[in-house]
């Protein structure tokens, strides 16, 4: 899928690949070979530069050629309630366009259309390429505190639960902090290395840096250390309450069955003895008008013996 934008004074406007200028945002999502190879000889952008984000295993990290810098992260994706993961952009900066590159659709890129065309400047490549790692760290600090209440509230489930369900969901929002760790650290080398490329006067022509886009970057970097912080503190609690809860589980189980254990004996009191007076030989009150009643007086006297030696050993 090829979608081509150009900001212009009072709003954004799409282009086709027929009416392309200069300052355009050339934007990719899985995209066909044909689409690749068109866009890499328009814009005379690597093709392997191009192709990079359409492999999910890549690592985030930078590459600079003459005319071309190829700056790749790791972006967040829920994929359902429980199920968050990251997937790899592309962002290739050009003498005269902005091209983005991702296997999905994504919540990062869909900021940046019609509604929110007064943001950004599509011919600002530098602030653009800024805003889009700012959004995208603020992605990752919206998901982290996502998980974290999804945690409280698997927490009020599993207190009263004996079953595995809860547990499968906290591990699946492990797997996701687990993502968001490595895929955070990544990117904020990533941002890193760009902050110190704004020394580097052989791409001034490419990445241009007033002193707005030095703060913009700068935002991203503490945004970035600050989901760091995060996912680590959740990881950690998390790992914590797995263990805790795992417990709680066990304990809940063994606790049902200590009662069950408890109401078989009561239970098997009055049974034993109704056994004995049922036998076909003679027995104690046979002929006794009353034997009946006699018998059903220690039958409830056993029982409700039996389960005040019970209770008191906390067996209930």
Not at 113 to 123: A, H
Not at 248 to 262: D, E, G, H, T
Request: with cysteine.
């Amino acid at each position: 899928m090829l979608h081509i934008y150009k900001s212009m004074p009072e709003s954004m406007v799409e282009l086709s690949l027929a009416t392309l200028e200069k300052g355009s945002w050339i934007e990719l999502v899985n995209p066909s070979m044909a689409e690749l190879q068109k866009i890499s000889e328009i814009t005379q952008a690597p093709l392997d530069f191009l192709s990079a984000a359409l492999d999910d295993e890549e690592r985030s990290r930078i590459e600079i050629e003459t005319d071309h810098i190829l700056i790749l992260i790791d972006i967040p994706i829920l994929r359902s309630k429980n199920n968050y993961d990251t997937l790899p952009l592309g962002i290739i900066i050009t003498t005269d366009y902005v091209i983005t590159v991702c296997l999905e659709v994504n919540p990062i890129l869909a900021e940046f259309y019609t509604g929110n065309s007064r943001l950004f400047c599509t011919f600002k490549k530098t602030r653009f390429l800024f805003q889009i790692l700012y959004r995208s760290a603020v992605f990752f600090l919206k998901y982290i505190k996502n998980i974290n209440r999804q945690t409280d509230e698997i927490e009020r489930y599993l207190r009263k639960s004996m079953e595995n369900r809860e547990l499968f969901q906290l591990l699946e929002l492990e797997k996701g902090l687990t993502y968001f760790s490595a895929s955070l650290r990544s990117n904020y080398i990533v941002t890193e290395k760009l902050l110190r490329l704004r020394s580097n006067s052989q791409l001034q022509h490419l990445i241009t840096m007033y002193e707005e886009d030095e703060d913009l970057l700068e935002d991203v970097l503490i945004e970035y250390k600050q989901a760091i912080d995060m996912v680590q503190m959740y990881s950690h609690i998390l790992n914590g309450m797995m263990d805790v809860f795992a417990s709680i589980i066990s304990n809940n189980l063994n606790r049902v069955m200590k009662f069950l254990a408890s109401m078989t004996i009561i239970l098997a009191v009055p049974t034993m003895i109704s056994s004995f007076w049922g036998m076909n030989v003679a027995v104690p009150f046979s002929h006794n008008p009353f034997g009946f009643v006699y018998v059903f007086i220690i039958s409830v006297f056993i029982t409700v013996a039996s389960t005040l030696i019970l209770w008191k050993r906390k067996m209930f």
